[in-house]
T-cell receptor, first 115, second 116 residues
Framework: GNSVTQMEGPVTLSEEAFLTINCTYT??????LFWYVQYPGEGLQLLLK?????DKGSNKGFEATYRKETTSFHLEKGSVQVSDSAVYFC??????????????FGTGTLLAVQP | KAGVTQTPRYLIKTRGQQVTLSCSPI?????VSWYQQTPGQGLQFLFE???????NKGNFPGRFSGRQFSNSRSEMNVSTLELGDSALYLC???????????????FGPGTRLTVT
C-alpha cells in the first residue's frame, strides 16, 4: 500500500543554518505530495505541495522537489529561524483508482531552532 | 475568509460514554475529512465526506462514525469510548474531491479528547 517515510527527529539547528528533512514515499499511480507544519497546540498548516514529477513547491523560504526517480520529496530551507520550530509532516494523496482526498502522513519530524 | 472551525476544542469524557465532535468547513468547500492524531500512531485517516456522501473510510472500528449535512458541516461520533480514543481529532476541508482541480486540504485547530 501507499506509505510515507520521514527522517527521525528531533532535528536541532542553530539559527541561519541550512535545513533538510528527508521524505520518501511508496505509491501506486501518480500521487500528489505535500508538506504540512504543525505549531504547538495548533492544527496542520499546508506549507507547500507538488502535483507531478519535477514540480518544485515553495513557500516562506521552504522548497521541495518531486523526484519520481528516487520517490523523494525532501524539504529544504537555506536559513532557518527560531520561528520555524515546529513539527513537519510529509504527506501524499493518491489520485489513482478513484476520487479521494485521503492523505497519508509520515511520522513527523520535530525541528528545534536555537538562537 | 474564515478557516475551518471545530467545536469543542477540548473534551473530557469517561470510558463507556459517547461523544460528538463538530466541524464547519471553509465557506464553499464541499469535502470534509477527519483524522486522528496520537503520539503512538501519528496521523490516521478516519473518513471523508463529499456532498453528504462518505467517499472513503479508514481502518477504525464501527464505534467511529460520521456524517455530513447539506451545508457541508460535518460531525463525527465515537460511541463506547475507550482510553485509547484519547487523541487530537482534526478536521480538514477542501473544495472538492480529487477528481476536481482543487483538492488542497485545510485543517482546523482540532478537538482534544481525553478519555478517563
Amino acid at each position: 500500500g501507499n506509505s510515507v517515510t520521514q527522517m527521525e527527529g528531533p532535528v536541532t539547528l542553530s539559527e541561519e543554518a541550512f535545513l533538510t528533512i528527508n521524505c520518501t514515499y511508496t505509491a501506486t499511480g501518480y500521487p500528489s505530495l505535500f508538506w504540512y507544519v504543525q505549531y504547538p497546540g495548533e492544527g496542520l498548516q499546508l506549507l507547500l505541495k507538488a502535483t507531478k514529477a519535477d514540480d518544485k513547491g515553495s513557500n516562506k523560504g521552504f522548497e521541495a522537489t518531486y523526484r519520481k526517480e528516487t520517490t523523494s520529496f525532501h524539504l529544504e530551507k537555506g536559513s532557518v529561524q527560531v520561528s520555524d520550530s515546529a513539527v513537519y509532516f510529509c504527506a501524499l494523496s493518491s489520485r489513482g483508482g478513484g476520487a479521494t482526498n485521503k492523505l497519508i502522513f509520515g511520522t513527523g519530524t520535530l525541528l528545534a531552532v536555537q538562537p | 475568509k474564515a478557516g475551518v472551525t471545530q467545536t469543542p476544542r477540548y473534551l473530557i469524557k469517561t470510558r463507556g460514554q459517547q461523544v460528538t465532535l463538530s466541524c464547519s468547513p471553509i465557506s464553499g468547500h464541499r469535502s470534509v475529512s477527519w483524522y486522528q492524531q496520537t503520539p503512538g500512531q501519528g496521523l490516521q485517516f478516519l473518513f471523508e465526506y463529499f456532498s453528504e456522501t462518505q467517499r472513503n473510510k479508514g481502518n477504525f472500528p464501527g464505534r467511529f462514525s460520521g456524517r455530513q449535512f447539506s451545508n457541508s458541516r460535518s460531525e463525527m461520533n465515537v460511541s463506547t469510548l475507550e482510553l485509547g480514543d484519547s487523541a487530537l481529532y482534526l478536521c480538514a476541508s477542501s473544495l472538492g474531491h480529487a477528481g476536481l482541480s482543487s483538492y488542497e486540504q485545510y485543517f482546523g485547530p482540532g478537538t482534544r479528547l481525553t478519555v478517563t
